[in-house]
């Protein structure tokens, strides 16, 4: 499918649910980190006509990848009138979560509440202008490998291009228009202070990711596997205890 229809799906999609859902949301919020899918995210958003909020929200980021979302935060805010751009300074507020809780210490922990403040952020805002969070995980993330953090960035309200794998996200931001350095920066989380890329967590790259999802005999498809085991608590639905058919 050429990008240009996937947009025009994907937009129409995001109008639709606003429309059918009772809570009738008036905007569309999302966070943005300077990487390819949010800023994809974000503009199909703007595209829909309706209110959208845009946060950056810089903990402890790498100043080149801080840099990129101010770049697409006021690049968005400056075409389409609908955008409202926010920067939200979120590194006290992590320190002071950080320190509060120094007895229990540790490093990947850390890591994960800088996505989960941001999701917390992210609500409150939705909360203050009747609006839904939007969410900016593609496929190979929220359906191959899973990763995102639990109840962080994978704490939304609907996925507007979770299906739609990372190439197919490139290839929407192409189109856009989005900013070259975006659409061609290497892809991170933006959780560590080290700035550690997307592929250095994986061990695979995306485009590798892809052909393993799609063919099992292609000889990355173990180790996709490994992978994706290793995160299928996030992707299934959370265990319940039932009691039925007890007396």
Not at 183 to 192: N, Y
Not at 214 to 223: A, Q
Request: with cysteine; net charge neutral; aromatic share 8%.
């Amino acid at each position: 499918m050429e990008a240009k229809k996937r947009i025009e799906i994907i937009t129409k999609w995001i109008n639709k649910y606003c429309e059918s859902t009772s809570f009738s949301p008036q905007a569309l919020v999302v966070g943005i980190s300077g990487g390819i899918d949010s800023s994809v995210v974000s503009t199909l958003c703007a595209l829909t006509g309706k209110k959208t909020i845009v946060l950056s929200m810089p903990i402890k980021q790498i100043k080149a990848q801080h840099d990129l979302s101010l770049k697409h935060g006021k690049w968005l805010s400056s075409k389409f009138k609908n955008v409202e751009f926010n920067l939200v300074e979120l590194e006290k507020v992590f320190n002071s979560f950080k320190e509060t809780l120094n007895k229990f210490n540790n490093e990947h922990g850390l890591a994960n509440s800088r996505a989960r403040l941001r999701m917390s952020t992210l609500y409150q805002v939705a909360a203050a202008n009747t609006g839904i969070v939007v969410g900016t995980g593609n496929k190979v993330e929220d359906f191959g490998v899973g990763f995102y953090t639990k109840y962080g960035d994978g704490g939304v309200d609907i996925s507007p291009i979770a299906d739609c794998t990372k190439t197919e996200v490139w290839e929407m931001g192409e189109h856009l228009g989005i900013p070259k350095e975006i659409v061609s920066a290497e892809p991170t989380d933006g959780l560590w202070d080290d700035g550690r890329s997307d592929v250095n967590q994986l061990g695979m790259s995306y485009q590798d990711l892809e052909k393993a999802m799609k063919d099992n005999k292609d000889p990355n498809y173990k180790k996709y596997l490994s992978i994706r085991e290793k995160n299928l608590h996030k992707m299934l639905p959370i265990p319940v205890c039932k009691f039925d058919n007890e007396s």
